[in-house]
């Protein structure tokens, strides 16, 4: 650009603003408060919680015998070494004594970290009670994309108040 018009520009500029104030700056800064990374990720459990269980959907299960559930794609022969004891878990949790919302939690929990710790078999005690949590379980965990088989576990194991957890580790490595 020309020189000459550049001087111009600038003392044109200059009588235009002569007399203007400046305004001054807000010091009040609008920006989100920061979360808490606890409670940011209890709602995330939450989440993954109610959308992956909901408690008026009824799968078909057996009315005699031990509670056993396998997914229409696994072979019927899991149930069979679930039963027997020939896999044994990894991770226990343990659900007495809790509500069915925070149930649903820790079952989500342990779903999540059995995957990330590449353990297929879980143990799950929901105990005797009243039967809530034992009726329940089984309702949930059919609705779990990532849930293979279960099966009343073994004496070792907690017996008729508990539940061995057959979980799909390969599906979930390829879909998180």
């Given amino acids: 650009m020309n020189k000459k018009y550049d001087d111009d520009g600038q003392a044109l500029f200059s009588t235009l603003i ?24 209890e709602r995330e459990q939450k989440l993954h919680a109610d959308s992956y269980f909901s408690d008026t959907y009824q799968p078909l299960m057996p009315t005699e015998g031990p509670m056993r559930w396998v997914r229409e794609d696994v072979d019927s022969f ?14 226990l949790l343990d659900l007495h004594g809790l509500r069915q919302s925070e149930a649903k939690l820790e079952l989500v929990a342990l779903i999540k970290a059995a995957i990330k710790q590449h353990s297929p078999c879980c143990s799950v005690m929901h105990g005797h009670g009243s039967g809530i949590l034992k009726q329940q379980l089984p309702l949930w965990l059919a609705q779990h994309p990532q849930i293979r088989a279960f099966h009343q576990a073994p004496k070792e194991w907690g017996g008729n108040a508990a539940l ?3 979980i799909d580790i390969e599906e979930a490595l390829f879909t998180s």
């Avoid at 002569?18 to 990720?41: M, V, Y």
Wanted: glycine share 4%; charged share 40%; net charge positive.
């Fill in 18 to 41: 002569q007399g203007i104030k400046p305004l001054k700056q807000d010091k009040r800064h609008f920006t989100a408060s920061p979360k808490n990374k606890a409670k940011l990720e």
């Fill in 78 to 91: 899991e149930l069979k070494r679930l039963r027997r004891g020939d896999y044994s878990p990894d991770l």
């Fill in 164 to 166: 061995l957890i057959l």
